[in-house]
């Protein structure tokens, strides 16, 4: 039976946005998320045009990881890490998007940190644009929606790998692309902000503009994957996905067909794209419907398929069930979707429900679809800790969680998946995607901050750290 590689990739997670802070030190422009203000499970976040005074925006400061790189690498080496995955802030390069030259007091930060991370001996996988982008294109183009997106996003690749080349070897070009599909992703991922949107939650949505943002964002994943495989062929290029695996909720045929279109639009459409090179069948329908027109240019589809990626990454938090008429059954929360509550399945104190089975069930699919090696970037519990008076963290709940979602790996690698590595998502406590909280906590090791901006950034290992750093020194036999 197929056992985990020797060379497992274990580590972690972060974006730039969530935990660096320092949002405007050293020539860094406003991004998107910096206009992100705090919100909570049931509040959502606002997005602000224009900084205002007293309020609150919690990426700003963050965890500060950009004074405490240091120290954090080291627990992350202590940890015994082998990769560290982490996004780089593209207002760091070039503060709105637009400029011609690079910054370097930006490019001189990453330098020092990917030189602390090799120090150890760990590798970073970068996430060429995670959830943010310079809100200057927003305010030209409306963000992707804009094509002149392509080009500044072209120029940004072509200085990062350009300085890196040496240093890191994994990238990946947008995080969870497939959050386009969803009107959540407007602002989140695609930089839009429509007349009219206040907040993250019940954004202004026009589909047309959205699925065309998507595709300036498919052909410059393209390009990017292209001019690596030309330019820098030690390279490995990676597409990532939020996976909500849907089943569906009976086995009535209506339910079946149900999920099976939610499976498509939400989960496969992207990843066709990106790993088979052209838009897949399923899609043109979904278009006629919805009376949207992707607008190509000449040229559009064969850099498609000249960019297809070498490896597939996704996030894995939760699954969710589809019923074709959902009238009764009582819908749950979750990253990107929700859907209807799993019988079987208990959620998170955030409604998202923990389906360890289904990452096995996950991973399987994937790469029976896509036969390349595949690796699970996300994958964690968000929860409220409590630090005690000896500053410790008994953190149970998340080391059941993690390793009942690493035996379903361990036995996807035996169905003969070939899983590449594992990076739970926050690592280190950070600023929540969705709501802005600092509350709900993933990390293996605890900050002091609070979502009313307070503390003293201190770290804490938690319990899970001390697990972790066993679970990679037996490579995953000791969970
Ligand atoms: C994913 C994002 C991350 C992250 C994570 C957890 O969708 O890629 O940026 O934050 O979800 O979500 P949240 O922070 O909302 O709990």
Same mark, same amino acid.
């Given at each position: ?200 939650? +019940?954004?202004? =949505? &026009?589909?047309?503009?959205?699925? !065309? ?7 410059? $994943?393209?390009?990017? #994957? ?25 086995? +009535?045929?209506? =339910? &079946?067909?149900?999920?099976?279109? !939610? ?7 992207? $990843?066709?794209?990106? #790993? ?204």
């Amino acid at each position: 039976m197929r056992e985990l590689r020797p060379d497992f990739l274990w580590g972690g997670a972060v974006a730039a946005n969530q935990y660096e802070g320092a949002w405007d030190v050293d020539g860094k422009g406003p991004s998107t998320s910096d206009m992100c203000t705090n919100g909570t499970h049931t509040t959502p976040k606002r997005i602000t045009r224009e900084w205002e005074e007293g309020t609150l925006y919690p990426s700003r400061e963050a965890i500060d990881f950009y004074h405490h790189y240091k120290e954090d690498i080291a627990l992350f080496a202590e940890m015994g890490f082998k990769v560290f995955r982490l996004s780089i802030a593209w207002t760091r390069i070039f503060p709105t998007g637009m400029e011609e030259e690079p910054n370097e007091a930006g490019l001189a930060f990453y330098d020092r940190v990917f030189d602390e991370c090799l120090k150890y001996g760990m590798e970073p996988l970068v996430t060429i644009s995670h959830y943010e982008m310079p809100f200057g294109l927003t305010k030209a183009y409306n963000g992707w929606a804009g094509r002149e997106c392509i080009d500044h996003f072209m120029r940004y690749c072509q200085v990062i790998f350009d300085r890196y080349q040496n240093k890191v070897k994994y990238w990946l070009t947008f995080n969870e692309i497939n959050a386009g599909v969803q009107s959540m992703g407007n602002f989140l991922s695609l930089g839009i902000l429509n007349e009219g949107t206040e907040n993250f939650v +019940n954004q202004v =949505d &026009i589909p047309q503009l959205r699925f !065309q943002g998507l595709h300036h964002q498919f052909v410059a $994943s393209a390009k990017a #994957v292209k001019l690596a495989h030309e330019k820098y062929p030690q390279f490995l290029m990676g597409n990532m996905i939020c996976f909500i695996t849907s089943y569906p909720f009976t086995c +009535n045929p209506d =339910d &079946i067909l149900e999920a099976q279109k !939610q499976m498509q639009m939400t989960n496969w459409f992207c $990843s066709d794209i990106q #790993v088979r090179g052209e838009y897949p069948a399923y899609a043109e329908r979904y278009f006629e419907e919805k009376q949207i027109r992707i607008h190509m240019e000449p040229g559009d589809e064969e850099i498609l398929r000249e960019g297809c990626v070498d490896f597939y990454t996704f996030s894995y938090y939760m699954s969710t069930c589809v019923a074709k008429n959902p009238t009764d059954e009582a819908s749950v929360a979750g990253n990107l979707a929700g859907g209807l509550k799993n019988p079987y399945l208990k959620a998170s104190d955030w409604g998202w429900q923990i389906d360890p089975k289904g990452l096995r069930y996950t991973l399987n699919e994937i790469y029976n679809r896509y036969n390349i090696p595949l690796m699970v970037v996300e994958n964690g519990l968000g929860a409220k800790d409590i630090l005690n008076p000896d500053k410790t963290v008994d953190d149970d709940y998340r080391i059941n969680y993690l390793r009942q979602h690493i035996e379903q790996m361990k036995e996807a690698v035996a169905d003969g998946v070939d899983l590449m590595g594992y990076t739970p998502w926050g690592c280190i406590d950070l600023v929540s995607a969705s709501t802005g909280e600092m509350a709900k906590r993933y990390g293996f090791i605890y900050v002091d901050k609070y979502d009313d901006g307070t503390g003293t950034l201190e770290r804490y290992r938690k319990k899970s750290f001390y697990w972790y750093q066993k679970v990679i020194q037996t490579n995953g036999a000791e969970l």
